[in-house]
């Protein structure tokens, strides 16, 4: 069972008005509406998701196989709460941070983890080394921080970094859930599941 999200607003040119977000959950197999939920206009579409499964889940009676949505909806603790429920996570990741700009994003350094799944140890695209990441807790990330001496002189410091100081990276506590989604997401099922959606 394949559910699909979508959610619309209203708005009327460009005066603010009050407004509201419709989110449908559709069951793509039947095409038929299984949860539908209004809320105000200024929440984040990503605050629906785990709701809107959950509503799914007990109207049907049955929790979906896969979930169907646009990057909209996707966040660590969505990806993290799909899997918990072992349903497959077919929320659609946008490219990483940077790599629109031609720019290193976290995704171009290769970064070690120990058996927890704590990142331990990270090579920058110069082949650099940075250990001991420093957890941010209102980030709920690890960082690697790069020293000055490594990064200066570096033949690919303008795809990388414009600080006087080396460069710093961020590791998202979901960082490894969100690959997972990308590499789902250039697969042909991802492919064939994101066009369902757009149908």
């Known amino acids: 069972r394949r559910v699909l999200f979508r959610s619309s607003s209203k708005k009327r040119g460009k005066k603010s008005e009050p407004g509201y977000l419709q989110q449908l959950a559709v069951d793509a197999e039947h095409d038929v509406v299984t949860t539908v939920d209004v809320l105000p206009g200024n929440t984040d579409d990503s605050e629906a998701l785990q709701s809107m499964v959950d509503g799914h889940t007990e109207q049907v009676g049955l929790k979906p196989d896969e979930v169907v949505a646009d990057s ?28 629109k700009q031609g720019r290193f994003s976290v995704s171009d350094f ?10 331990v140890a990270m090579l ?12 941010k807790e209102a980030n709920h990330a690890w960082v690697f921080y790069f020293r000055k001496a490594q990064c200066e002189g570096c033949r690919l410091r303008a795809q990388c970094s414009t600080s006087k100081r080396g460069r710093s990276v961020s590791v998202d506590e979901h960082y490894l859930l969100t690959e997972a989604a990308r590499e789902r997401q250039a697969s042909v099922e991802g492919n064939a599941a994101q066009r369902q959606r757009y149908r």
């Open 124 to 135: 920058c695209p110069a082949l650099k080394l940075a250990v001991e990441p420093k957890w």
């Open 110 to 119: 290769l970064i070690e983890f120990d058996d927890e799944g704590v990142p």
């Open 72 to 99: 909209k909806y996707q966040s660590g603790d969505n990806r993290a709460d799909l899997m918990e429920k072992r349903v497959t996570d077919h929320v659609a990741s946008p490219p990483p941070k940077g790599s």
